[in-house]
């Protein structure tokens, strides 16, 4: 019986921590069905599908709304599990800190203005003949500017000296593939990281920071 009681009391933890962040694990759930979608078609028609719900320059010029938000319901990758891990490791915590109004604030900040200024950059290389015109039309689905952008806010949910450990991680983790890839997705995740640190504004009044010496600390006991 006493195993039963932890099954039920660790089921009942899990749902606990499932209903203090609900905007995360709605967008999960939505990830979720789409995904089992995209396995469900065809390699050439789910090339096109994601195309047409991209952020390109070519639908952002036609439908910049409507692909902004269609963008954020789709994985390219197919690959659900490891979004679901990063959504419960950095949504969620964000999420039941921020409270879901100020987390959305920033997930849709960084998803909107990542895209735009990454795009931006793109359409100023075409013009220049760095990137193909073809580039107009490249596949750019996903939730990764949004995550990064959460990543960058969660640098504030740490006190200090350990928050300047986190940011220069997070700095490091981003800022490589910039220098070294270039490519406009680089810039992208690096920009969202930005975004997410100048919504500093958004956390104030959140409650206190996490301490991690403290957790250890209670660990220990």
């Not at 902004?68 to 959504?87: E, T």
């Not at 220049?128 to 500017?145: F, H, I, K, M, Q």
């Not at 990281?193 to 006991?221: D, F, H, M, Q, S």
């Amino acid at each position: 019986m006493s195993g039963v009681s932890a099954v039920r009391r660790a089921g009942r933890a899990v749902r606990a921590y499932v209903r203090s962040a609900p905007g995360t694990y709605g967008w999960l759930l939505i990830l979720f069905v789409t995904t089992v979608a995209l396995h469900r078609m065809s390699p050439d028609f789910e090339e096109d599908f994601l195309r047409q719900r991209s952020t390109n320059i070519h639908e952002l010029s036609d439908n910049p709304v409507r692909v902004l938000f269609a963008s954020a319901m789709w994985i390219a990758s197919g690959l659900w599990l490891p979004y679901a891990a990063l959504f419960t490791v950095f949504h969620a915590q964000a999420e039941r800190w921020l409270g879901t109004l100020r987390w959305l604030v920033v997930c849709v900040a960084a998803h909107v203005l990542a895209t735009l200024i990454s795009e931006g950059a793109l359409l100023w290389a075409i013009q220049r003949r760095v990137a193909p015109e073809s580039a107009v039309n490249t596949l750019d689905v996903g939730v990764s500017y949004a995550l990064s952008g959460v990543v960058g806010v969660l640098t504030y949910r740490i006190v200090t000296p350990w928050r300047y450990a986190y940011l220069a991680a997070v700095l490091v983790f981003y800022g490589v593939p910039l220098v070294t890839g270039r490519t406009f997705t680089d810039l992208g995740h690096f920009t969202a990281v930005l975004i997410g640190l100048a919504c500093y504004p958004l956390v104030r009044g959140c409650g206190k920071a996490w301490n991690p010496k403290e957790t250890l600390a209670a660990l220990r006991r």
